[in-house]
């Protein structure tokens, strides 16, 4: 069970939208190291707009996400391909249906 999570919305400089996807597409592999990532999705919502929605069963998991390498990956690239600072927000999980 997943009990908090983390949203991030990611906006992309202007021509540097590629480099940033093919960032979020490679964190799959780290994310599927973090035993307590128990989702992880990269998602594109605009032309320039990137997100990322994760959940973990404790608060220590999502801890551990924020200090972890996908995290370092972002920030050593962020000011390379980010039009601003990442918008960070940390939630509780009310429900979820989450594969066997």
Excluded: C, N
Excluded at 24 to 53: C, H, I, N
Excluded at 56 to 76: K, V
Aim: proline share 8%; aromatic share 6%; glycine share 8%.
């Amino acid at each position: 069970m997943v009990s908090v999570g983390l949203l991030l919305r990611l906006r992309a400089k202007p021509g540097r939208e590629g480099e940033l996807a093919d960032l979020l597409r490679g964190a799959l592999p780290l994310a599927m190291q973090e035993p307590e990532t128990t989702v992880w999705f990269a998602v594109k919502l605009d032309d320039s707009t990137y997100g990322v929605f994760d959940a973990f069963p404790t608060e220590d998991g999502r801890r551990a996400h924020l200090d972890g390498a996908i995290a370092a990956a972002l920030t050593d690239k962020a000011g390379d391909l980010l039009a601003a600072p990442p918008e960070i927000t940390p939630f509780d999980v009310l429900a979820a249906k989450l594969p066997d």
